[in-house]
Nanobody, 125 residues
């Protein structure tokens, strides 16, 4: 079993940056594909970014976010990150980390096996 704990959320002004962390425990996630999703107020959960297992050579973000959001991983720390730049009020959401047993990344939330509890990000205008 894998437990995922997100951190790094909070309140930031528009235009600012924030880095979210997702620390895994219970099992090493080096081989796991990892993803970030978010759910804004009154919205459905949506894909943010994903990264392949091992070296993380295959990574991508949602088209609308790719210029501002970047996913990375540090297997030595069993941790995945989401760097968010030039934040906008519409980025306000709960951000979730997810892990899948396959090493391939995925933008589909139903392909992930483990989920964290989420961390709140609020962007003020």
């Amino acid at each position: 079993q894998v437990q995922l704990v997100e951190s790094g959320g909070g309140l930031v002004q528009a235009g600012g940056s924030m880095r979210l962390s997702c620390v895994a425990s219970g099992r090493t996630i080096s081989s796991y594909g990892m993803g970030w999703f978010r759910q804004g107020p009154g919205k459905e959960r949506e894909f943010v970014a994903a990264i392949s297992g091992w070296a993380g050579d295959n990574r991508y973000s949602a088209d609308s976010l790719k210029d501002r959001f970047t996913i990375s991983r540090d297997n030595a720390k069993n941790t995945v990150y989401l760097q968010m730049n030039s934040l906008k009020p519409e980025d306000t959401a709960v951000y979730y980390c997810a892990a899948r047993l396959s090493e391939a990344p995925s933008s589909w939330n139903n392909e992930y096996n483990y989920w964290g509890q989420g961390t709140q990000v609020a962007v003020s205008s």
